[in-house]
């Protein structure tokens, strides 16, 4: 699976659109984009994933850009619960459905 | 609330004990998956069963061992525990063996060596 580059952190203010980047220059063909994030200690939970196509979802959308190198996970409003380590994850989807965490980007919203 | 339940929440042991943990599955999930936290390792994948079988492994020690029950639950058994298996360790599941959709965590077991 194609490895990933994520900043290790980002603030947002509460109500605005979060942009949280991700690169993965080395991204083939049939692999997908995978978000997830981890509130606290929680258990990490599943925002969207995608393959070449802009996605959205009630949490979430993905922009994939035309080359499949990086892609941005958008938050369009965000609040104080989507404080969170976010995970960005490319595999294929086909594999085994073992997940490789990377770092992730800390999310910190400010009110 | 994922549908993944974990037991127990905590537990505190002694080195050099064994401890075994818990995991039920959402309902229709046929994969678990364990995963281990830790501070300075962040989320690692040990195993993955699949209907009762062994499907992939990652860096699972040797003195950790799991297996998966006809009821689909799946216990994660950690032996001869060191100082450094302090951890959080999250099961998760999903339908199918081969993840083309998403997998559902639970909320973990903390797990403290002292």
């Known amino acids: 699976d194609a490895k990933t580059t994520q900043p290790p952190s980002m603030d947002c203010a509460e109500g605005r659109a979060a942009n949280l980047p991700c690169n993965h220059s080395t991204i083939s063909g049939n692999e997908y984009v995978y978000w997830y994030r981890q509130i606290h200690s929680q258990g990490p939970q599943y925002i969207i994933h995608g393959l070449k196509n802009n996605e959205t979802n009630e949490m979430a959308s993905l922009i994939i850009t035309e080359d499949r190198k990086s892609s941005t996970l958008i938050l369009p409003h965000a609040t104080l619960r989507d404080t969170a380590v976010y995970y960005c994850i490319v595999r294929v989807a086909a594999n085994t459905g073992k997940l490789i965490f990377g770092q992730g980007t800390t999310l910190q919203v400010k009110p | 609330d994922s549908g993944v339940t974990q037991t127990p929440k905590h537990l505190i042991t002694a080195t050099g004990q064994r401890v075994t943990l818990r995991c039920s599955p959402r309902s229709g999930d046929l994969s678990v998956y364990w995963y281990q936290q830790s501070l300075d390792q962040g989320l690692q994948f040990l195993i993955q069963y699949y209907n009762g079988e062994e499907r992939a492994k990652g860096n699972i020690l040797e003195r950790f061992s799991a297996q998966q029950f006809p009821d689909l639950h799946s216990e994660l058994n950690l032996s001869s525990l060191e100082l450094g298996d302090s951890a959080l360790y999250f099961c998760?599941?999903?339908?199918?063996?081969?993840?083309?959709?998403?997998?559902?965590f639970g909320q973990g077991t903390r797990l403290t060596v002292v």
């Open positions: 998760a599941s999903s339908v199918r063996d081969r993840l083309n959709t998403e997998a559902f």
